[in-house]
């Protein structure tokens, strides 16, 4: 496969990605089936951007009913340092009030974003918020916040 000028070395192939994608909807999928959510139904939220390659893959693997949603939280402003406070530039069409959410991240690194989001949406009422991130890098973590 062709590189990017700009990538030096990949770390993670498709093919791992691909499989951990499927990994971890199936067992999610499975989660869901127990937990019986409001109308039988999760609803997904995708923080964009970076959300979208990982979800898309998740989504072809997720059997549980879910509605999908998306929110825009900026951090780090095109840089690799978050800048403070998180800050939403696209909220929810919807209520969460009792829904079951579970929040798609491509990685969680100060956990800062994904602190921020999860607090938010229990503030709006959610009956239950869920985590799932396909990178994790627990040692850039300034926030007490764990994927599930
Ligand atoms: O755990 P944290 O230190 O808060 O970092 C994680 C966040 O940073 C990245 O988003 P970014 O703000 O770069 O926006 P993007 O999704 O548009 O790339 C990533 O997609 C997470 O949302």
Redesign the pocket.
Known sequence: MQKHPLVKEILINKEQINKRAEELATTISAHYEKESPKNNTVIMIG?????IPFMAKFLEYFTYNCETEYMV????LGGTK?HGK?KINLDLNMSVEGEHILIV??????????DYVKRYLLFKGAADVKIVTLLDKPE?RTAKLSPD
């Open positions: 923080l964009l951007k970076g959300c939280v900026s951090s780090y978050a998180p991240e491509d990685i969680i690194d100060s956990g800062v974003t994904l850039g």
